[in-house]
């Protein structure tokens, strides 16, 4: 199971995206798929379940999330921001995503918050050093199994 990308969403916009490995062929527009994200997300929590929604699972990719909030300069009250991930699809999902990547996306909420609470988050070049952030909180989830097995051999 590899990490495909990982992110922060808020406001219908990516904060912070990092592509470990590509998941699609063509070029998408960031703004219009963070915004379908944030849809999708909302929709299915407000007409099914608030708490019972944690992923999607398409054929080949999993979009899994996790909802915080966050206070902004602009705002006097705290608003949601979205840490996610795009995963492959394998074997025992559920139990994966419940143990190993919600925790993740936890730390990514909480660290970002530690650093940006408070803060004008609309500037988002501001935010590029928290890519950094993703390589460690993700290591080697991020890796395929061939790239693991060369670092085990070399």
């Known amino acids: ?39 999708i997300i909302s929709f299915a929590q407000s007409a099914i379940s608030k708490d019972s929604i944690e992923y999607f699972e398409g054929k080949k990719y999993i979009i899994t999330f996790l909802e915080d909030k966050i206070t902004a300069e602009d705002s006097f009250e705290p608003e949601i921001i ?6 492959d699809k394998g074997k025992k999902m559920e139990k994966y995503i419940r143990k190993v990547i919600q ?4 730390q990514i909420i909480d660290e970002f918050k530690l650093l940006n609470s408070g803060k004008n988050l609309s500037e988002i070049s501001r ?15 991020t890796q395929t199994v061939d790239q693991k097995l060369k670092g085990v051999f070399s």
């Open 1 to 39: 199971m590899v990490v495909r990308e990982a992110g922060l969403l808020f406001r219908g916009f990516t904060l912070v995206k990092k592509t470990f490995h590509k998941s699609d062929k063509g070029e998408i527009d960031q703004d219009l798929r963070s915004g379908l994200l944030t849809a």
């Open 82 to 87: 979205m840490s996610y991930t795009i995963l």
């Open 103 to 106: 925790p993740l996306l936890k």
């Open 127 to 141: 935010f590029r050093d928290f890519k950094r952030n993703l390589d460690t909180i993700f290591g080697t989830d």
